[in-house]
């Protein structure tokens, strides 16, 4: 076997038609799971990423309650859960609308709520499972301009803490990935200067790319991180130390 396999399980990444979440689809493939691809509107881009990996792809909004929830059903028994769908409606909080936080709280947060509470039964009966739920940086140290997805990524944290703890017991594992700035469609359209500012606090001096954060996820997810739970794994070239 080979270092952090997950041969035999099945695992739901959701936001994994493109960027991170489709690296870290690849990626749990890549070590020998059967991947539900969740999407959004990337039909064409989920249908290929799983036809490429041997997975199946399933269409849902999950921030949408009742589909999430059957988003995890139709996954079947699912080993492994992957919260990575997450968007950005960024604006200084006095001009902020209640749409803009309310989109960011639902997709980012509100989600991860839904997935987990869907997911966890089984994963109790089983008396294994684990669960990893991606954050961002900004969710430990702020940032100008995004009051509404650091809330929601700072709660992805204390709520995967809380979730630990609550499933230790059975076997269960819930951790958190933050990842620093990552070359997405998400942070493609940052100006010049704010990514050169980036690149400057980053001691590895470059951004990261998606297979950064998806390594980390396997490890995660691997019986090699058995007895790591509640925690929170900085992906992000040192940025935020
Ligand atoms: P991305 O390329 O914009 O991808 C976002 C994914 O989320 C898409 O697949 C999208 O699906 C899905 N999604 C959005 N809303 C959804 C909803 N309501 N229901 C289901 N799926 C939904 O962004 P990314 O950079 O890969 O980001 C992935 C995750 O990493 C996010 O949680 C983000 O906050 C986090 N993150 C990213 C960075 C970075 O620098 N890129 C840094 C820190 C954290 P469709 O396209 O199918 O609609």
């Not at 947060?109 to 009966?125: I, N």
């Amino acid at each position: 076997m080979s270092f952090a396999s997950l041969e035999g399980r099945t695992a739901l990444v959701t936001g994994a038609s493109k960027g991170i979440g489709r690296a870290i689809a690849q990626e749990l493939a890549c070590a020998g799971a059967t991947v539900v691809v969740g999407y959004r509107s990337g039909k064409d881009e989920a249908e290929a990423l799983a036809s490429e990996i041997g997975g199946r792809a399933i269409q849902a909004d999950v921030s949408v309650a009742e589909q999430a929830k059957q988003l995890v059903e139709e996954a079947g028994d699912v080993d492994i859960l992957v919260n990575n769908a997450g968007v950005t409606r960024d604006g200084l909080l006095a001009r902020m609308s209640d749409d803009d936080w309310r989109a960011v709280i639902d997709t980012n947060l509100s989600s991860v709520f839904y997935t987990c509470r869907a997911v966890t039964r089984g994963m109790m009966k089983r008396r294994a499972g684990a669960i990893v739920n991606v954050s961002s940086i900004v969710g430990v140290h702020g940032n100008w301009g995004q009051t509404n997805y650091g809330a929601s990524k700072a709660g992805i944290i204390g709520f995967t803490k809380s979730l630990a703890r609550e499933l230790g017991s059975r076997n269960v594992r819930a951790n958190v990935v933050a990842p620093g700035y990552v070359k997405t469609q998400l942070t493609d359209v940052l100006p010049e200067e704010a990514t050169s500012a980036m690149l400057g606090n980053t001691p590895l001096g470059r951004l990261g790319e998606p297979g950064d954060v998806a390594g980390a996820v396997r490890f995660l997810c691997s019986d090699e991180a058995s007895f790591i739970t509640g925690g929170v794994l900085l992906v992000d070239g040192g940025l935020g130390m």
